[in-house]
């Protein structure tokens, strides 16, 4: 009868499993970790590249840049916000005409949204606009004059600031009910 020799253990012949288990959970650990640094990734580092243009309203390239850099970014931020709220008021616009010329007989609820949803837009748009030529006043002085225009920027920034807020709050129950339609523009 021959010996028996005895076999060193390896996680491949391992009869019990636990070797396999560690392996398995070892990887499903740096899976999780590799996900996990994924999503922190896009969520907090990945930068949004710069608009230079908006949709609503025609503004040149240079004087959203200026916004960004030179006076706040926050004021930056709520251009673009209102823009977008004022790019999905005209899609849902589009989107009431549409059932408007499929139920012709029920105008009335059709027409009163309708004009609801005008005001709105036009209040947003005569606030984005009127924030806009004050921008470019004083991009043009801080062209002209580095001391003037950043003192321009120190005293109107967050007046400026504050105006797009406050017309996106002010619009803020028509916007959420936009919004919360999954038919509507999103």
């Known amino acids: 009868m021959a010996p028996k020799l005895n076999r060193p253990i390896s996680p491949i012949n391992n009869t019990s499993g636990g070797a396999v288990g560690v392996l398995i959970a070892l990887v499903l650990v740096l899976a999780l970790a590799g996900g996990g640094g994924f999503w922190a990734y896009n969520k907090y580092y990945k930068k949004e590249p710069l608009r230079s243009k908006l949709a609503s309203l025609k503004v040149k390239g240079e004087l959203i840049r200026f916004t960004h850099n030179q006076v706040s970014t926050a004021l930056y931020r709520n251009m673009v916000m209102m823009d977008d709220i004022l790019v999905m008021m005209d899609t849902e616009l589009d989107r009431l005409k549409r059932i408007g010329k499929k139920f012709p007989n029920q105008r ?15 209040r947003m748009a005569v606030v ?37 807020a406050d017309a996106i709050r002010g619009e803020a129950a028509l916007i959420s009910r936009i919004r919360s339609n999954p038919d509507a523009a999103g």
């Open 128 to 164: 984005l606009t009127d924030v806009n030529a004050t921008l470019e006043k004083m991009y043009v002085t801080w062209l002209v004059n580095r001391s003037e225009g950043t003192g321009q920027i120190r005293s109107q920034k967050g007046t400026l600031t504050r105006q797009l």
């Open 108 to 122: 009335g609820i059709i027409a009163s949204q309708t004009e609801a949803l005008k005001k709105a837009r036009e």
